[in-house]
Nanobody
Framework: QVQLVESGGGLVQPGGSLRLSCAPS????????IGWFRQAPGKEREGVSC???????YYNEPVKGRFTISRDNAKNTVYLQMNGLKPDDTAVYYC???????????????????????WGQGTQVTVSS
């Protein structure tokens, strides 16, 4: 049974940092690209950052230079380090598995909802003073 479990969300002041973790199970992490997505109230879910099996990375423009995605296959965990947080970063953050049949597509084009096979349950990130 494929599962992805996020942790690390919370309330943080503007300019602060959080590190999200994603712990997958039911499949071999090495074999899949993984993405972080977010959905703010009243907005569509968007791809924030994705990492390929070979550790290529993609970031959407609003988070470039502030967020860092990484994976530790030995620990079976994918991370999203978020620095310089802004109120606009407030959202539910989801970890997701990108389906392998899309591996021929450039990573930035895989970091979108229709390429996802499995989603985590989400973790709330709130940036507020």
């Amino acid at each position: 049974q494929v599962q992805l479990v996020e942790s690390g969300g919370g309330l943080v002041q503007p300019g602060g940092s959080l590190r999200l973790s994603c712990a997958p199970s039911g499949f071999t992490l090495d074999d899949y690209a993984i993405g972080w997505f977010r959905q703010a109230p009243g907005k569509e879910r968007e791809g924030v950052s994705c990492i390929s099996q070979s550790r290529d990375v993609y970031y959407n423009e609003p988070v470039k230079g502030r967020f860092t995605i990484s994976r530790d296959n030995a620990k079976n965990t994918v991370y999203l380090q978020m620095n310089g947080l802004k109120p606009d970063d407030t959202a539910v953050y989801y970890c997701a598995r990108i389906e392998a049949r899309w591996d021929f597509v450039p990573l930035q084009d895989r970091c979108v909802g229709p390429r996802i096979g499995y989603w985590g349950q989400g973790t709330q990130v709130t940036v507020s003073s």
